[in-house]
């Protein structure tokens, strides 16, 4: 990368850095940051994708967790105790939705690239559900942590060192730093690869039986809460 174009983007890191220190609620700069850092990291990503038959199939097929895409309505009807209904429990329950993190993404050029990013972001709260976690600014700092043990990220990395500074430390979440981010970040990497999952072929199947099939453990609350 150029020089001048190697200092734009450090400018524009540290710029959103910056602004998530004052507003973690601010998602559109961490993706800046994540897109910005993220692309070499989602380059060897992508050929690991393509190594594998249900990687190939989710790259040609490009599924999207949206409402344009998901029958969230039907996820509702699933009991919670499947997949798909402790996933749409997750949305509900914290009044978000997967809609945007379907944004397109603003600073990558490479289409596989920049599909696989926003696969990751709409995935996100799939991994929340799966590990029992909620949204608030702690909870997200852990299941960066459990994304890094995963992906190894840049954008989990710089999360987990800021975000720890705001909300665990901060917040004097002792318990959350001492236990539930090692936990968080041994759960990540020794799960089976999850980028490669197509989550839509299991919102029927009980939850506990995804957990099994792909070695998640869910988070101990007692540390978190």
């Known amino acids: 990368m150029a020089a001048p174009a190697l200092l734009k983007d450090s400018y524009r890191v540290g710029q959103a850095i910056v602004r998530v220190l004052g507003d973690s609620t601010k998602t559109h700069e961490i993706h800046r940051v994540e897109e910005i850092t993220g692309r070499p990291r989602f380059r060897h990503l992508l050929e690991e994708m393509h190594a594998t038959p249900e990687g190939r199939r989710l790259m040609a097929e490009r599924p999207e967790l949206s409402s344009e895409h998901v029958d969230y309505n039907a996820l509702r009807a699933l009991p919670a105790t499947t997949f798909g209904g402790a996933y749409v429990r997750h949305l509900d329950g914290n009044g978000i939705t997967a809609d945007y993190q379907a944004a397109a993404t603003r600073h990558v050029d490479d289409p596989d690239i920049a599909y696989l990013m926003r696969r990751f972001r709409q995935t996100h709260d ?15 700092v852990v299941i ?11 954008v989990s990395a710089l999360i987990m060192v800021f975000g720890t500074m705001k909300h665990i430390v901060g917040e004097r979440r002792w318990g959350a730093l001492r ?47």
């Open 126 to 140: 799939v991994w929340h559900a799966l590990l029992g976690l909620g949204i608030a600014g702690h909870e997200e």
């Open 144 to 154: 960066h942590s459990f994304s890094y043990g995963q992906l190894h990220l840049p």
């Open 179 to 225: 236990h539930s981010m090692r936990e968080a970040y041994v759960a990540g990497r020794d799960a089976a690869p999850l980028m490669p999952v197509y989550w839509e072929d299991l919102w029927a199947q009980p939850l506990a039986d995804v957990r099994a099939i792909y070695r998640i453990q869910p988070l101990e609350r007692r540390w978190l809460d």
